[in-house]
Each structure stands twice: as structure tokens, then as C-alpha cells.
Nanobody, 120 residues
């Protein structure tokens, strides 16, 4: 069974930085995309950034120029470097892994989320 585990959240002041990590574990598991999503209280879960296996990345307009997603394929791990954080970035951040086992089909696997709070 695939496990997806996020880490790196916390409390940071406006203008500060945080780096989130997403580790995926599963033998013979082929990962297509890894992505970060966030959900603020009372709001829907929105895409923040997605990266493919060849390193192509897409970002939400609200984080372009401030956040950077990267990926270590050898470790099945994705990172989200968040700079110039704003109070409106406060949310639970979730990692989503899209992958499949050999002979199976691609499906999404979610982590449990990590809280990011931006406040003075």
C-alpha cells in the first residue's frame, strides 16, 4: 500500500519561508505526477503546484514567483519551497501522488496534510 507523508509545516511570520516535503513509499510503484494542494478553513481544496516525472511544473497564479516545486525521483519525494509567505497562504497543505503499480492503473494517493500558518 502506498503511503504519502508530508512534513515541514509550521508557524512563520509574513515574508518568511518554509520548505515542505512529501515522501511516497511503495515498491514497484510508478509515479507520474506529484502535487501540492491547500485548503483553508471554509474553503475548497485548491491546487498549488504540480510537477511531472520529467520536471515540468505548473503553479497557481497566486503563488507564481514565490513558491517552487521540485522532485527527487530517486527518493520518490517532492518539495515545496515557499518564500515571501503571506497570511493568505495559511492553510493545510496536502500532497497528492498520482501513480500505479505494475499491471495496474494510475490513481491518486493523498497525504494527511501539514498545517502552514503565516501570522505575525
Amino acid at each position: 500500500q502506498v503511503q504519502v507523508v508530508e512534513s515541514g509545516g509550521g508557524l512563520v511570520q509574513p515574508g518568511g519561508s518554509l520548505r515542505l516535503s512529501c515522501a511516497s513509499s511503495g515498491s514497484s510503484f510508478d509515479i507520474a505526477t506529484m502535487g501540492w494542494y491547500r485548503q483553508a478553513p471554509g474553503k475548497e481544496r485548491d491546487m498549488v503546484a504540480i510537477i511531472t516525472s520529467d520536471g515540468s511544473a505548473n503553479y497557481a497564479d497566486s503563488v507564481k514567483g514565490r513558491f517552487t516545486i521540485s522532485r527527487d525521483n530517486a527518493r520518490d519525494t517532492a518539495y515545496l519551497q515557499m518564500n515571501s509567505l503571506r497570511p493568505e497562504d495559511t492553510a493545510v497543505y496536502y500532497c497528492k501522488v498520482n501513480g500505479k503499480y505494475t499491471g495496474s492503473y494510475y490513481r491518486n494517493y493523498w497525504g494527511q496534510g501539514t498545517q502552514v500558518t503565516v501570522s505575525a
